[in-house]
């Protein structure tokens, strides 16, 4: 079941748009797409497809329409045929879902070299980053199979089966079974029944019985899920569609939004059915999850201050019943994909859902302590509780280390099944610290970009390595255990230097400076530096001259080189491909000369220790002349920036 926290909302089928004359069927197309008729726009853009007609657009719909359907495979073919169209025709978001997609395929080398490429197109996606801070992912899930072992509950149905949560007489559920409410302009995204709580009471051997609707006045015509109770049974939340007398209420999009109510029992019926006062019509709050003590609700939503298509966040609950302000937990856990059903053990555990840290494809369950969230690395649970289908809405009881969740998995009775987990090994949540510094120049204080940095402990191994960016500043995760530390920079031509720490408690290390002192073995004159530091040149769009964002990564090569050879002086000469005239071709490489002159003066090296030159297409580096057919591939290796040092 894809996208939960939208799942159950209610699609508005009367948003009308312009006609285009000159094709009616991708009108078409696009519209049952926009108005999340998924089912249908998949249907349309095929025959365009097989017609001949294709587009970035509709590979990125067509890709989204399968992907929030779970067809993982149809979904990685369409945005595998939006990346072949390059970086330009596919954002980073679906190139994330394209990964995803792929590691439901478990075509995990090639999801891996997707995430490497989303993490060189944007270097702040915290998806990308916890990819790069973690490539031994799939080593560190395998070493957790074993740890729990999975059961199919006899109460699911044929139909979608998820959300359990402990109740005093068992267990309550979300299910679409035996639903008679029809109607054919709100099941669009998925063609799936109405959702209605479910009871279940639990029998001495672990099994079900008496399986009936929760309660009349909680099951409504509008979709119910997601309870959580008190310990008491006296007070439930739950998650149901924004709606005014039994009929939904819709946004300004045509979407009936998911929010959290409250219920408490009196006389042995719910009663005072009211929506938290943090709801809202315009944003989706749902699945929440008590604390142990009961004074802090933890839900999912996509409210404002999200990070990605939905996040977690706490809520306090005061003494006299009111709420607090909502608190987005941070980007720890939330990112720019969902995060959602939250459930906190009495152990102070956090267990989520998530697509958009490290896992095996769909939505796997992750762990984290939320009493030192700081110092607590998010666990994926591994197999077989994970699997590379969605996997989600897990609760845990701490003292008899049983529990349940809820998977779409290809082996179960419906489209949601749930399953009894038990756990035989204790959860290692791995503890860590962020240290923090920033590598200079010993001599000039100049940053230093991609110095080795090693981290040891008292045994003298090396327990975390990582390298300087672009700004000269690391960050790497340490162990908890108490002792020296050891922190080493190093770097070719340059002396290493380092540091030494202490753990003690739970303190934060402050920011550390290592200083490296530069070896003076500079380049010959007349040098190349992109040779010399063995780097691409500084590359240039079509008739541009702007730089572009590889290109920053490229200079700040150059700068380091220049600022640790404070008398190095440079030669930048712009070239461009032999497309154009001859005089238009020189104005634009000299263009591109000043462009990076000014960019190179903006990062503070001095206008007299640098010169710009266009040669135009005078010195193609191949044989791609005015009369010669030439791939972009070719064309594109003289549209350049080279780096002669002169003195």
């Given amino acids: 079941m894809k996208n939960r926290i939208l799942y159950l909302c209610l699609m508005c089928l009367f948003i009308t748009f312009p006609g285009n004359a000159q094709n009616k069927r991708l009108e078409k197309a696009h519209k049952s797409f926009n108005n999340f008729d998924y089912f249908q726009a998949i249907k349309q853009y095929m025959a365009l497809v097989k017609k001949g007609t294709t587009s970035p657009k509709i590979y990125q719909n067509l890709g989204d329409a399968n992907y929030l359907n779970a067809k993982y495979e149809e979904a990685a073919k369409w945005y595998g045929e939006l990346a072949k169209m390059g970086s330009g025709a596919i954002d980073k978001g679906h190139m994330y879902r394209y990964a995803q997609s792929l590691r439901s395929l478990k075509k995990y080398e090639l999801s891996n070299e997707v995430l490497a490429q989303l993490n060189a197109l944007e270097q702040n996606d915290i998806r990308g980053v916890n990819y790069v801070q973690n490539k031994d992912y799939l080593q560190k899930i395998k070493e957790r199979i074993g740890s729990y072992t999975i059961e199919n509950l006899s109460i699911n149905s044929s139909e979608s089966d998820f959300a359990p949560s402990f109740s005093i007489e068992g267990l309550v559920f979300s299910s679409a079974r035996d639903s008679n409410i029809i109607s054919k302009n709100i099941h669009n995204w998925n063609k799936k029944r109405f959702l209605n709580l479910y009871t279940a009471t639990k029998t001495d051997d672990d099994s079900f019985k008496n399986i009936m609707r929760f309660s009349e006045k909680l099951n409504t015509k509008l979709h119910e899920s997601s309870t959580a109770f008190t310990k008491d049974g006296k007070t439930v939340y739950f998650t149901r569609n924004n709606g005014k007398k039994g009929k939904f209420k819709r946004d300004k999009e045509g979407v009936s939004r998911l929010q959290i109510y409250r219920a408490t029992m009196k006389n042995g019926k719910w009663r005072n059915i009211k929506p938290l006062p943090f709801n809202a019509d315009g944003y989706s709050v749902a699945h929440p999850t008590l604390n142990k003590t009961e004074d802090k609700l933890y839900f999912s939503s996509d409210m404002p201050g999200t990070l990605g298509h939905s996040d977690i966040f706490m809520v306090d609950i005061h003494a006299d019943g009111t709420y607090g302000t909502p608190i987005n937990l941070g980007d720890k856990i939330n990112t720019e994909s969902k995060e959602s059903f939250p459930f906190v ?86 503890c860590f610290k962020n240290i923090t510094g920033t590598v200079k120049d010993k001599k000039t204080g100049a940053i230093i970009v991609e110095a080795n940095i090693l981290l040891y402990n008292d045994e003298s191994e090396v327990i975390a390595s990582t390298f300087s960016d672009i700004d000269g500043n690391f960050n790497l995760k340490s162990n908890c255990k108490k002792g020296d530390f050891l922190l080493v920079a190093e770097k070719d031509t340059y002396e290493k230097d380092m540091a030494t720490y202490q753990n003690k408690s739970q303190e934060t290390i402050a920011p550390l400076e290592l200083l490296l002192l530069h070896i003076d073995t500079g380049a010959p004159i007349g040098t190349d530096l992109t040779k010399y530091l063995k780097i691409v040149p500084v590359y240039f769009d079509l008739d541009k001259s702007f730089i572009r964002e590889d290109a920053k990564v490229i200079l700040a090569k150059i700068i380091e080189y220049m600022n640790a050879y404070p008398d190095a002086k440079v030669q930048v000469g712009s070239h461009t491909d032999s497309r154009a005239n001859d005089t238009y071709n020189e104005q634009l490489s000299q263009r591109r000369a000043q462009e990076t002159v000014a960019y190179m003066a903006k990062q503070g090296i001095p206008l007299s220790r640098i010169k710009g030159i266009g040669f135009g297409e005078t010195q193609l580096t191949n044989e791609c002349g005015n009369t010669i057919k030439c791939t972009k591939e070719k064309h594109q290796q003289n549209r350049r920036s080279e780096f002669i040092l002169v003195e």
């Fill in 345 to 430: 053990a009495d152990d102070g555990v956090l267990y989520f859902a998530s697509d958009g840290h490290p896992g095996l494809g769909g939505m796997d369950i992750f762990a984290v302590d939320i009493n030192d969230l700081e110092n607590s690395s998010i666990v994926n649970l591994g197999e077989p509780l994970n699997s590379t289908a969605d996997d989600f809405s897990l609760i845990f009881n701490t003292v008899i280390k049983k529990g349940y969740f809820a998977s779409n998995r290809a082996d179960g009775k419906g489209d949601d099944d749930i399953y009894a987990l038990e756990q035989l090994k204790p959860l290692d949540l791995e």
